[in-house]
């Protein structure tokens, strides 16, 4: 059987007689993933502070209020973060397909008038009272769960034939289609892209995937086409500066915002467009503040630690793969393909590159419902570290006793 590494991005092939060597390292080797996380939460929080206060002091009459509620939405998220840090990720595998059923009923619940909540034109929320909670965020890592499970129980089929290559997609496709109705552009795409990589990975015959990459942009294309607000934001994103003060506004203040940063910034606090010239300074447009206030050295540090959370994700999926442990491979590796593609995107659509699109930067951007799925997603990637240095800490014990040189190396 073709395993998961048959790509190059989980690296070479493990052969029956070589068991990898998964060394401890020290206490910081060992938690750095952790660390990573918990410290692009708290840089995040400082940054929603700095870009909110402005926008909270005149709609909220405390310019602490957008804050304070995210330090709410992290704490929640550290909580159910705790409890799923202690479920077996074979747990996941058994339920997944339970699981992406109910959000698929969710995200139809959510099109259903006096349950959807409607904000700024997108239908994308649905309000429980105390809270809200977007749907489309849970639906992302469900996706990836679910697409675990089918690789490992159909993986063969995967390979040897469209049917099972296409089977998944008619799931994932109806999750887009729902997204597309709320509408929800950027959340499809994620889903869709993610998908595409995982099913890729797996080792789905490259004429089969080249096809559906094709038909997928036509389909996009006359998404775009038919949908006049989609064209607007196409048309702005070619040219933001031939309507600076209406289509393209959004645009062309991220970009003076980012032009403004410089090598090292105007200082934490010192952003002039967060007030009130940029729109959603503190969601999706948090990272132009970031480049303003702390300009190229601030950015680097934030593309260095999603950098590292994708590699760390990559290494244990194929750590995984070559244990045994497919569905955690899967699992890990779907989690690093979302976590970099969203914040590629994001910073993307800041800089210009890319269609504005309603994507948040993973756990730096205001919002409930992305930070506590996203607290589940890296909650999950810790259990899987932990389960994979504890099969390792199994294999050693059963190993005749090695020279300390053999016991030094990379941590997992």
């Known amino acids: 059987m073709t395993s998961i590494v048959s790509r190059t991005v989980m690296g070479r092939q493990s052969t029956a007689n070589t068991k990898p060597e998964m060394p401890v390292g020290g206490w910081l080797a060992s938690h ?18 700095s870009a909110s206060m402005p926008y909270a002091a005149e709609t909220h009459g405390n310019p602490f209020y957008i804050v304070m509620r995210q330090l709410v939405f992290l704490v929640i998220g550290l909580l159910v973060g705790c409890v799923v840090y202690r ?3 074979a747990f996941w595998e058994r339920v997944a397909l339970p699981l992406i059923l109910v959000s698929l009923f969710c995200l139809a619940l959510v099109l259903v008038p006096g349950i959807g909540k409607e904000v700024n034109g997108s239908r994308r929320w649905i309000d429980l009272g105390v809270l809200t909670v977007q749907v489309s965020e849970a639906v992302k890592l469900l996706i990836i769960v679910y697409l675990a499970g089918y690789l490992v129980r159909r993986g063969e089929l995967v390979r040897e034939s469209f049917h099972g290559f296409l089977r998944p997609l008619l799931l994932i496709g109806v999750a887009s289609v729902l997204l597309l109705l ?20 797996a080792g789905v015959r490259v004429s089969q995937f080249l096809a559906m990459i094709l038909s997928l942009s036509v389909v996009g294309l006359i998404v775009i086409v038919i949908s006049p607000y989609r064209m607007r934001r196409l048309s702005s994103f070619l040219d933001p500066f031939s309507d600076p003060f209406d289509s393209g506004f959004q645009l062309t203040q991220s970009l003076i915002a980012i032009g403004s940063g410089g090598f090292s910034g105007l200082g934490l606090g010192g952003s002039v467009q967060k007030l009130f010239y940029l729109p959603e300074a503190h969601t999706d447009f948090l990272f132009a503040i970031l480049c303003e206030e702390l300009g190229f050295l601030g950015v680097l540090a934030v593309v260095a630690a999603y950098g590292f959370i994708v590699w760390r994700s990559f290494r244990l999926a194929r750590t995984a793969d070559e244990l045994g442990f497919r569905f955690a491979g899967y699992l890990a590796l779907g989690i ?4 970099g593609l969203q914040a590629f995107v994001n910073m993307g659509v800041n800089m210009g590159i890319l269609p504005t699109k309603g994507i948040t930067l993973p ?6 419902s992305s930070a506590v799925v996203f607290a589940i997603a890296f909650a999950i ?22 020279s300390k040189s053999h016991h030094r190396g990379r941590a997992i």
């Open 32 to 49: 750095a993933l952790l660390i990573v996380l918990v410290g692009l939460s708290l840089f995040g929080l400082v940054i929603i502070a």
């Open 87 to 89: 479920i077996p990720i």
């Open 182 to 201: 709320e509408p929800d552009f950027g959340a499809a795409f994620v889903i869709v892209t993610t998908s595409l990589a995982m099913l890729f990975i």
């Open 336 to 339: 690093g393909v979302w976590i």
């Open 363 to 368: 756990m730096m951007s205001y919002g409930g």
């Open 381 to 402: 990637l810790l259990r899987i570290e932990s389960e994979l240095r504890h099969q390792q800490h199994e294999e050693l014990s059963t190993r005749k006793p090695l």
